[in-house]
């Protein structure tokens, strides 16, 4: 007997499952018919609206990549985005639970946010929101219309909205996929022609910005850097716009987060910069700019070596993803060939610059002759000696130069251009006549010179030419090659130029640096009087020359120790930093002399350094008859203090808040204490120094500063016990740690005597 199939259902339910089965066709066809996905997702919208009876609609999408939901609103003649993670709001609950919502009173749902109708003046009452599922029941986004027309939504209005978006599912992810497809493409051709103009970019610094900005735009980053090192100083640098002009920052190609990934050649992604110890904030602080991600990736050339970072803060959206890293890995790897070239060239052109500026300011005259004998160039100041302009110079055989002095010069040309000699030559005091030219300048007559004579060999060993040197020491020259032996040469310069303000005294704001021996009086009696002299004139070579590589100005030896002036007797922007940089050099170049000295059997010496840049008088001091440059004031003696401070402290390099307010560069630095020197009413910050340390005497460096830092906060708060702990984890960084030991001792007797009104303010009862 055969089952009777007749349909019982009323009219009415005929019709509304006709009416939907109509509405889901046309759904499918209408969607199925768009050829791009903002079609298909407004198309949907207008169809879900319609057939809910709604006021609007929107409907999401899921970005994977991100984690957010974005959706597409025509503006005009113009597509706007709009994202939003997909976990925030109905909608990111729907999609991360995967459950539909029914609200019919937005207002008394906890879970609507009000602040978008009160930003847009819209009124939300009611609200249906849908997971968009796929055949196979992968929710890819959520659908949402807003404001029933007539009564409340009910059952019905959600099955519907999900059967509609259920059955535009499949024409949706197609059309996100070739949209995805396309967005690639363009992408990738994009990608392709900026490599092609990368790649023909010679000049280093429009280079530089160019990659930076395709860095940051490529990954949706707020900004980036790009790092390369400087073989020479063992650096990483980067150029930076500064205005008009673009500056340059430098630091080892070991520190921080840059040095890090340039060392181990291994990508660093941390999603929470100021959650990282590696980390440190102090350029956000300087700067204003908050760090919250970091992306950094190591730049390798095509034969492997690493010749730099690059490094992208803050992508929008969230943290950077793996794909975020291996899409700039790619960027590099395409552009560093670029970079190498860029490099190169810029390098080959600022020694070019240099060369030409060098010799253009050289006091001494620089000849150059070719193989055959003849002058190739002559600076001006050869002009200048010789009495002659170009003319009259290059283009003819030396022989024809020289005049009477050929006798001599010649024949040290000859020994030097000899391949089995290549020797260079010295000649003192030569006596050259000057040529009869009626354009140059000066009078005829002879000059007194110093003459060098040295090969100019190419890479391949192959001899060039012949270089001339001519060091006149005439007259004035003479006078200041003695003056010299006896004060610093700046100095020296001066008095001959006839300054009469130098004979007097003036204030100024210098940069003032004292050194000292430690144990010095035992170390002396220990090696005798004859050692002891050969010990300090070995010791103050060493020092001096770090001084006066940076510009300084040697004051005095006072004992064993150095008093030294940046800013004396000329000034310069960054007299700061210059006296930061001797202190380093000094003790780097300390550390590599002790070496020396165990390796002969002989004691190895330490030394303090204290600087501090102030207000100070400078001049001669004295009496007529014998007078001393020198300088006198608080700002004196404050560097004294602070080196002194050293021992206290366990330091070799302690600046004050003022020296250090006013650096330029980026150092690895500490802030050691806010105190009273002796003398003084007013507390002065103390900073140390640790850029000349190496991971073998300063392990975990960077860690250890982090934790000291934290336990400094903690100690100026007067929380005893738990400034104690953060100078413990110091330890554990670096156990030789002395200072913090001394802040474990210190705290433990503030603990058991807490002060009356504690400022974190340190009174110094020595000098």
Request: with cysteine.
């Given at each position: 007997m055969?089952?009777?199939?007749?349909?019982?259902?009323?009219?009415?339910?005929?019709?509304?499952?006709?009416?939907?089965?109509?509405?889901?066709?046309?759904?499918?066809?209408?969607?199925?018919?768009?050829?791009?996905?903002?079609?298909?997702?407004?198309?949907?919208?207008?169809?879900?609206?319609?057939?809910t009876d709604s006021d609007r609609g929107t409907l999401f999408l899921n970005d994977a990549a991100t984690g957010e939901l974005y959706s597409r609103v025509l503006q005009g003649e113009q597509t706007l985005e709009i994202r939003l993670l997909n976990d925030v709001g109905i909608a990111g609950r729907v999609f991360t639970t995967h459950e539909p919502l029914i609200i019919n009173d937005a207002y008394a749902d906890p879970r609507f946010n009000r602040d978008i109708d009160e930003l847009t003046g819209y009124t939300t009452r009611n609200i249906v929101c849908a997971p968009i599922r796929t055949a196979r029941g992968v929710v890819i986004g959520v659908a949402q219309v807003l404001n029933k027309q007539s009564g409340s939504y009910d059952d019905e209005d959600l099955a519907l909205i999900e059967a509609m978006t259920s059955q535009a599912s499949a024409a949706l992810m197609s059309a996100s996929r070739l949209e995805d497809v396309d967005t690639r493409r363009t992408e990738e051709m994009g990608f392709l022609r900026l490599v092609s103009d990368l790649t023909a970019e010679l000049d280093l610094d429009s280079l530089l910005q160019k990659v930076m900005a395709e860095a940051t735009r490529m990954l949706r980053a707020e900004r980036s850097t790009l790092f390369l090192l400087d073989e020479r100083t063992n650096e990483l640098f980067a150029r930076v716009a500064e205005g008009d002009s673009v500056g340059e920052i430098r630091f080892p190609s070991s520190a921080g987060i840059a040095?890090?990934?340039?060392?181990?050649?291994?990508?660093?992604?941390?999603?929470?910069?100021?959650?990282?110890?590696?980390?440190?904030?102090?350029?956000?602080?300087?700067?204003?700019?908050?760090?919250?991600?970091?992306?950094?990736?190591?730049?390798?050339?095509?034969?492997?070596?690493?010749?730099?970072?690059?490094?992208?803060?803050?992508?929008?959206?969230?943290?950077?993803?793996?794909?975020?890293?291996?899409?700039?890995?790619?960027?590099?790897?395409?552009?560093?060939?670029?970079?190498?070239?860029?490099?190169?060239?810029?390098?080959?052109?600022?020694?070019?610059?240099?060369?030409?500026?060098?010799?253009?300011?050289?006091?001494?005259?620089?000849?150059?002759?070719?193989?055959?004998?003849?002058?190739?160039?002559?600076?001006?100041?050869?002009?200048?000696?010789?009495?002659?302009?170009?003319?009259?110079?290059?283009?003819?055989?030396?022989?024809?130069?020289?005049?009477?002095?050929?006798?001599?010069?010649?024949?040290?040309?000859?020994?030097?251009?000899?391949?089995?000699?290549?020797?260079?030559?010295?000649?003192?005091?030569?006596?050259?006549?000057?040529?009869?030219?009626?354009?140059?300048?000066?009078?005829?007559?002879?000059?007194?010179?110093?003459?060098?004579?040295?090969?100019?060999?190419?890479?391949?060993?192959?001899?060039?030419?012949?270089?001339?040197?001519?060091?006149?020491?005439?007259?004035?020259?003479?006078?200041?090659?003695?003056?010299?032996?006896?004060?610093?040469?700046?100095?020296?310069?001066?008095?001959?130029?006839?300054?009469?303000?130098?004979?007097?005294?003036?204030?100024?704001?210098?940069?003032?640096?004292?050194?000292?021996?430690?144990?010095?009086?035992?170390?002396?009696?220990?090696?005798?009087?004859?050692?002891?002299?050969?010990?300090?004139?070995?010791?103050?070579?060493?020092?001096?020359?770090?001084?006066?590589?940076?510009?300084?100005m040697l004051d005095k030896f006072i004992g064993d120790a150095i008093m030294a002036a940046f800013g004396l007797p000329v000034a310069h922007e960054d007299d700061a930093d210059r006296a930061v940089q001797a202190a380093i050099s000094m003790?780097?170049?300390?550390?590599?002399?002790?070496?020396?000295?165990?390796?002969?059997?002989?004691?190895?010496?330490?030394?303090?350094?204290?600087?501090?840049?102030?207000?100070?008088?400078?001049?001669?001091?004295?009496?007529?008859?014998?007078?001393?440059?020198?300088?006198?004031?608080?700002?004196?003696?404050?560097?004294?203090?602070?080196?002194?401070?050293?021992?206290?402290?366990?330091?070799?390099?302690?600046?004050?808040?003022?020296?250090?307010?006013?650096?330029?560069?980026?150092?690895?630095?500490?802030?050691?204490?806010?105190?009273?020197?002796?003398?003084k009413t007013q507390p002065v910050g103390v900073y140390e120094v640790l850029d000349y340390h190496t991971p073998q005497t300063f392990p975990n460096l960077m860690d250890a500063v982090n934790h000291f830092r934290d336990g400094m906060e903690k100690y100026r708060a007067g929380t005893w016990d738990a400034a104690i702990d953060a100078f413990r984890e110091t330890l554990r960084a670096n156990p030789d740690d002395a200072l913090a030991g001394t802040y474990i001792e210190r705290c433990t007797v503030l603990q058991g005597n807490p002060p009356a009104d504690w400022d974190g303010v340190w009174v110094m009862t020595s000098k």
């Open positions: 055969a089952a009777d199939r007749t349909d019982t259902s009323s009219p009415s339910d005929q019709a509304k499952r006709l009416h939907f089965a109509e509405t889901l066709l046309h759904v499918s066809r209408t969607v199925s018919a768009m050829e791009t996905l903002d079609e298909a997702l407004a198309a949907l919208v207008e169809m879900t609206v319609t057939e040095g890090t990934v340039f060392t181990t050649g291994e990508s660093i992604n941390i999603a929470h910069a100021y959650a990282d110890l590696r980390f440190n904030p102090d350029l956000d602080r300087r700067t204003g700019f908050f760090t919250r991600s970091i992306l950094c990736v190591p730049v390798i050339s095509n034969d492997g070596h690493i010749i730099g970072v690059t490094q992208v803060l803050n992508r929008r959206g969230g943290p950077f993803t793996a794909e975020d890293e291996q899409r700039l890995k790619a960027f590099t790897a395409q552009v560093s060939i670029a970079l190498q070239n860029a490099k190169l060239f810029d390098d080959v052109q600022n020694m070019r610059n240099y060369s030409e500026a060098m010799l253009a300011s050289m006091s001494n005259g620089v000849l150059t002759l070719d193989k055959a004998g003849s002058v190739a160039t002559c600076n001006e100041a050869g002009r200048r000696i010789l009495g002659a302009g170009t003319a009259m110079i290059v283009g003819r055989h030396h022989s024809e130069v020289f005049g009477e002095a050929e006798a001599i010069i010649g024949a040290m040309v000859a020994r030097v251009a000899d391949d089995t000699v290549r020797t260079p030559e010295l000649a003192m005091d030569v006596d050259v006549q000057r040529l009869s030219d009626p354009s140059a300048d000066g009078a005829d007559g002879v000059v007194s010179a110093n003459v060098s004579v040295l090969p100019l060999i190419g890479g391949n060993g192959e001899h060039l030419g012949t270089m001339i040197v001519m060091e006149d020491i005439s007259g004035e020259k003479r006078v200041r090659s003695t003056m010299a032996r006896y004060m610093d040469p700046g100095l020296a310069d001066q008095l001959l130029r006839g300054d009469e303000d130098l004979l007097g005294g003036k204030s100024v704001e210098a940069s003032v640096l004292f050194s000292d021996v430690r144990s010095f009086t035992t170390l002396a009696e220990e090696l005798g009087p004859q050692a002891t002299v050969t010990l300090l004139n070995d010791y103050f070579t060493i020092m001096v020359e770090c001084i006066q590589q940076q510009g300084g003790i780097s170049s300390l550390f590599e002399w002790n070496h020396q000295r165990i390796q002969d059997g002989r004691p190895p010496i330490d030394m303090g350094v204290g600087i501090n840049t102030g207000t100070v008088v400078a001049g001669n001091i004295g009496s007529p008859k014998r007078m001393d440059f020198t300088m006198i004031g608080d700002g004196v003696n404050l560097a004294s203090r602070l080196e002194s401070a050293c021992k206290e402290y366990s330091a070799r390099i302690l600046i004050s808040e003022h020296t250090f307010g006013l650096l330029k560069g980026v150092y690895r630095t500490r802030e050691v204490d806010h105190v009273v020197v002796k003398g």
